[in-house]
């Protein structure tokens, strides 16, 4: 069950970076948070891009997945953005991928 939730998720993420004309260059889905890194152009209003993915994903995971309706709320108010600066998109993405072996 839990991958099926896990594999939509990163479904409707995917579906709403396509939508928003943003690309996702890594992913990876932790049990009580998710890291993203993204490419996207610089006009772009990141709180409505964090709205978005977080209201479309509450709204179709409960809907989806009737067991998640008991979670008072899949997501809090919070999240980090942070541009990449001086970081490269390598070592980006190697942090994310790491995030699954750790």
Known sequence: MVNNVK???????????????????????????????????????LHKLVKAFKGRSAHYLRKEFPHLLKIPSLWTNSYFVSTAGNVSSETIQRYIDAQSRS
């Not at 996702?24 to 889905?29: D, Q, V, Y």
């Open 7 to 45: 594999q939509r998720l990163e479904t409707i993420l995917r579906e709403v970076a396509s939508e928003k004309g943003v690309e996702i260059l890594a992913l990876e889905i932790m049990p009580d948070h998710l890291h993203i890194f993204v490419s996207c152009y610089p006009q772009l209003t």
